[in-house]
């Protein structure tokens, strides 16, 4: 769970290579390095944030046309200086960044320092610069070196390599890791995603898994693993580089929470073609749900969603779970992965091994991601690119398509509609910013919160709960209203937080009873619910929504406030809310 740049110019790189690596930063932030070629390597790197280091060491005082950089979120090693990539060979010679895991790296490295070679980390990826000087001091060049090293990998990587052996070149190698390629007049760029590269192309070539490239000022040769050329497709990617940027705000979240009602529009707008893919499927009889984190919670809103509008079995499974609960798949189960990413290592393993005997479709966001390519069908949610770590738009985006499907396969013309009045609602939350600050400051000393609903609005308390953990360290729970008198209720004293999700609708009567059993034991209720209700007048704080949003579409508005509520605790908390500790964007181990 790393970035990896490439990136070969006509003039000196290290100024574009270190914007291209900025835009990575959500992938790793412990620590960053870049190595370049002259007539020798040339590395600069250290532990830490890229600002923190480019302040000490001025990563881009340092020359040559031909770079590689590197931004890490640690698997192997602590985050030090010494664990930080490039890592170079003995002979300094080659230099190497790497994102994946390789597996024997234990044994591979035991055998070549058997052989003499001297290891300066304790990565698993310093085995592969010290591999390819081993073949290429058997007479082999760079390119052949590097499909040799890999050939002996056991995991998986985007690599890119240099040397000052052939100081015109770049080689890369993908294996369930990410990478692309950039083409441009003014030169060529390898990386991990596409906001690397905006800035200097939109022209964009997605490598597979096993493909080999080697990069040069004004050729890009793609290779199989046996190193047989192979024909690929440019892709024009639609997003600028500004989409990519802050757009003044002060932290991409709340960038991205202020995008919200233009990416419902935007994911509205694939209205047609989710009727098209419905009109696809063959016969199922029942629908697994696979999914991570955020995008766990936006399937267990589908489960409630099929369950309750199509009658159809529907369970949802951790991708980390899966493999304790594949078996009862069957060709008449329907399974859909959801993941903004399409990279996130848990689903892409349960994905390979549902597509073998189920129907799989993915929602995802990242056009070209490994998950886009192996299921047999793909919806893709049009949130654009999602740098803060904490998900935001791209949730949203997922609920749109997921509300799309099922009004698609009930083929429900009301809900459809209903669905055209969320963006002008959502701007409605996002107006309520200064009344959320407010709560923020009331509450950013709590040690706990409690978040609470009831059907269709109870994964919406999970989520809730999930992004205050994420980016302000408060311990949070969400749970079932009805649930607490089972064991939590013992949890509850006076003032502690408790978030009440109480739309209008069936749930209403039963959530408004389990709410007041809450509020009798001395809690502090932050009650979220209708404008009209007069029953919620005598609680501590309310955040109040047009009556039309019913239990049914609240799960796509009421969100935006609790996004809003964390997002505004984290920084009166003065934690950056777009970088929260341990953790990264895409979750490329399993
Ligand atoms: C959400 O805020 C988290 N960053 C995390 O739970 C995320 O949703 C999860 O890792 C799954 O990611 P994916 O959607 O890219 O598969």
Request: proline share 4%.
């Amino acid at each position: 769970m790393c970035g990896i740049v490439g990136c070969i110019l006509d003039n000196e790189v290290a100024p574009t290579i270190i914007e291209s690596i900025k835009k990575l930063e959500y992938r790793g932030y412990d620590s960053v390095g870049i190595a370049t070629v002259t007539d020798k390597i040339n590395v600069k790197k250290g532990s830490g944030k890229i600002k923190e280091v480019d302040d000490e060491i001025q990563l881009t005082e340092i020359d040559g046309n031909i770079g590689i950089a590197h931004v890490r979120w640690a698997t192997h090693g602590n985050p030090t200086r010494e664990n930080a990539h490039p890592h170079n060979s003995c002979d300094n010679k080659v230099s190497v960044v790497h994102n994946g895991i390789i597996e024997n790296y234990k044994e591979l490295k035991q055998e070549l320092q058997l052989e003499g070679h001297v290891f300066k980390s304790e990565t698993d990826t310093e085995v592969i610069p010290h591999l390819i000087e081993k073949y290429m001091k058997e007479g082999n060049n760079l390119l052949k070196s590097t499909q040799l090293t890999i050939k002996k990998l056991v995991g998986s990587y985007a690599l890119a390599v240099i040397s000052t052996e052939e100081p015109d070149k770049i080689i890369g190698a993908r294996k369930e890791s990410p990478l692309i390629v950039g083409v441009s007049d003014k030169g060529n760029f390898l990386a991990s995603d596409v906001p690397a590269i905006l800035n200097e192309t939109r022209q964009v070539i997605y490598l597979e898994d096993n493909e080999i490239i080697q990069l040069e000022k004004d050729k890009v040769t793609i290779m199989d693993n046996n190193l047989n050329p192979i024909e690929k497709e440019i892709t024009t990617i639609d997003w600028n580089p500004e989409m990519a940027e802050k757009g003044g705000y002060p932290h991409f979240m709340l960038k991205e929470i202020n995008e919200e009602p233009q990416v419902i529009r935007d994911t509205l707008s694939e209205s047609p073609k989710i009727k098209e893919i419905v009109s696809k499927f063959k016969n199922f009889n029942r629908i697994c749900f696979v999914a991570c984190g955020t995008s766990y919670h936006a399937s267990l809103i589908g489960e409630y969603l099929i369950e309750t509008q199509l009658h159809i079995p529907t369970e949802v499974i951790l991708a980390s779970e899966f493999e304790y609960f594949q078996n009862t798949l069957d060709n008449h189960t329907l399974v859909i992965f959801i993941t903004q990413s399409g990279e996130t290592a848990d689903t892409i393993q349960a994905l390979k091994t549902a597509k073998k005997i189920s129907e799989t479709l993915a929602i995802v966001n990242v056009v070209g991601s490994t998950i886009t390519r192996e299921a047999h069908h793909v919806i893709y949610t049009r949130a654009g690119p999602e740098i803060g770590v904490a998900a935001t738009k791209t949730y949203l985006s997922q609920l749109i398509c997921i509300y799309l499907l099922v009004a698609h396969l009930k083929e429900d013309e009301e809900l459809i509609q209903k669905l055209y009045s969320i963006p002008e609602l959502a701007e409605e939350s996002i107006k309520r910013e200064e009344q959320i600050i407010e709560i923020a400051k009331k509450y950013k000393t709590a040690k706990d919160f409690f978040y609470i609903g009831r059907g269709f609005n109870y994964p919406t308390a999970l989520e809730g709960a999930l992004k205050l953990k994420e980016i302000t360290y408060i311990h949070a729970e969400g749970y079932p209203a009805g649930e607490l008198k089972h064991g939590p209720l013992a949890l509850i004293e006076d003032g502690i937080p408790v978030v009440g999700i109480l739309p209008p609708g069936s749930s209403y009567a039963k959530t408004f009873n389990n709410l007041q059993e809450i509020r009798a034991r001395g809690a502090h209720m932050i009650i979220l619910g209708a404008d009209n209700d007069t029953q919620i007048d005598d609680v501590h704080d309310k955040l109040l929504f047009n009556p039309v949003v019913d239990e049914l579409i609240a799960p796509l508005i009421y969100i935006i406030d609790l996004q809003l509520l964390s997002y505004h605790i984290s920084v009166q908390k003065e934690i950056d809310p777009d970088k929260p500790k341990n953790l990264a964007k895409s979750v490329t181990v399993v």
